[in-house]
């Protein structure tokens, strides 16, 4: 009976539930309603923000907002080049963290900590886009969208009292905003001196960590409340306007600051080469340090004389003694028409015993190659003294000034008075009618000073410095600054010279202010620009 039974009730339950699946597909049938609408096909400009939201969560920066600028090629980059980075970003950590971590660990009866194991994972991180700004200072400013979901593998063992304790960081993910700023940019290598951050937002940050192999943000409370410390720790840390500074170069030789001065005493010429007409030169010696013209000095002009004596002194402020060679140059002067050059030669500095005066005799040659034959023939001989004076260490800090301050005036300025710096950078949208060679003239008191000419330019850039040494503030004045262009072409006859603009410039915001930094709309151009930055600099 026993069998009887089991067989027929498995032969019920099997009819029983393939009569349940027979009436449930036809009760499907029949409840299904049958007046189902065709979906609306709408497109997306119609829908609203609220849906699209929803469609599209991750919705990249250079979609929302325009200025932003797409950075696929920058992703691609880092994702061929990450298992590399992976790799130097870790080692570069451990070899900054391991001297920090063992110099705070006896303070706190620590043994050792050390990273059993540390990789950032195979999921490079991604940038949703950068936005580049535009400012009248030397600097690179940046905004970027910065996400990364990444597989880290982080373990730190920590030893304390013969006991050992693990952590593990896992499942890292961080959303910022970070803004990156490159300055001063610099005329050498890698062109910037410090790289500036900071976070426009509070960042999202997310990971695991495992204590002793569990989980430790499944504690109730725990997970939001680390999350909430550590936004709030990088906040306070590197939320804008507060930055994190990382130096690049020494900012001294970044900035070119003033090392020292070299003093300089023009005394005589001898058996100079005859170029007038008449059996004579009108000689005079222009003073120059190798790759800063702008603080040259010249000597008086000494008429119809082959042996002439000046007995003259003249300082430079030097920035690289171990680079820089005082150009002592010799014109005769022309009344009419540009000076011809009679010669030249040069005193390295590097040569030079600081504070030794030298006393050296050099030959005036005509260039400064050393395989010219045209330098064997005789033109003459010049007699200086040159003395190079470095400046101390109370000098030097008073040189080593905080980027965008001005510095001080240097020794020996009228007392009352300061040094007026005007940094000609550059002009935009410079329109002329027959050509555009542009430079920029300066007239100050009576002075003017000039820009090199740059041809076949509409947008030039000069970065020129012109220092004018007063013995009272010009708070009442105006300086003159005039584009102008000219031809030295054939064709240039008949269109010589031409103004594309000018400026005014009332001086009395430099004094109060010690540092303006403006574009100027030039007169009498249609849509020309000119970026001029002045410094008023005194000895106090």
Known sequence: M???????????????????????????????????????????????????????????????????????????????????????????????????????????????????????????????GMKVYTTEEKELMMELGLKWAGTPNILVAVKAFGLKATAQVIDFQVFASPRITMKPLVPTFPCFANIFVSLMEKPHVDFGVKLFGADAMSIPGAYRMVQEIIKDQVANMYLWPKRLEVQIMDPMKAMQRPVGMVHVNVIRAMNLKKKDLLGSADPYVKLALHDDKMQSKQTSVKKNNLNPEWNEEFSLVVKDPQAQDLVITLYDWEKVGSHEKMGLNVVHLKDLTPEEPK??????????????????????????????????????????????????????TPEGGGVLVVIVHEAEDLEGKNHNNPSARLHFRG??????????????????????????????????????????????????????????????????????????????????????????????
């Not at 339950?13 to 449930?24: D, I, K, P, R, T």
């Not at 109370?394 to 510095?407: D, F, K, P, T």
């Not at 410039?505 to 709309?521: F, G, Q």
């Open 447 to 540: 002075e003017m000073r000039k820009t090199k000419r740059l041809r076949k330019n509409r947008d030039p850039r000069w970065e020129e410095e012109f220092q004018f040494v007063l013995e009272e503030p010009p708070s009442n004045e105006r300086i003159h600054i005039e584009v102008t262009s000219s031809s030295k072409r054939m064709g240039g006859f008949r269109y010589p010279k031409e103004t594309l603009g000018y400026a005014d410039i009332n001086l009395a915001d430099v004094v109060s202010n010690k540092r303006i930094n403006e574009r100027y709309h030039l007169i009498d151009s249609r849509n020309g620009r000119i970026q001029v930055e002045m410094q008023w600099r005194t000895a106090t």
């Open 2 to 128: 026993g069998v009887v039974s089991t067989i027929m009730g498995m032969i019920g339950f099997g009819m029983g539930f393939s009569a349940g699946l027979v009436a449930g597909y036809f009760l499907l049938i029949y409840v299904l309603p049958n007046d189902v609408k065709d979906p609306q096909v709408r497109p997306l400009v119609e829908q609203s923000s609220e849906f699209l939201q929803t469609l599209l969560p991750e919705i990249p920066l250079w979609i929302k907002n325009p200025d932003y600028d797409r950075l696929d090629w920058l992703n691609k980059f880092i994702e061929c080049m990450w298992p590399y980075l992976d790799k130097a970003i870790c080692k570069t950590v451990k070899q900054i963290a391991e001297p920090i971590i063992a110099e705070q660990i006896p303070q706190y009866k620590i043994d050792s900590v050390e990273f059993e194991q540390l990789t950032l994972g195979g999921l490079p991180p991604t940038f949703q």
């Open 359 to 412: 006393l050296v005799t050099l030959d005036v040659l005509k260039n400064l190659n050393p395989d010219d034959p045209q330098n064997e023939k005789a033109r003459g001989h010049l007699v200086v003294e040159v003395n190079y004076k470095p400046f101390g260490e109370q000098e030097l800090a008073s040189c080593n000034i905080a980027i965008g301050e001005v510095e001080k005036a240097p020794q020996g």
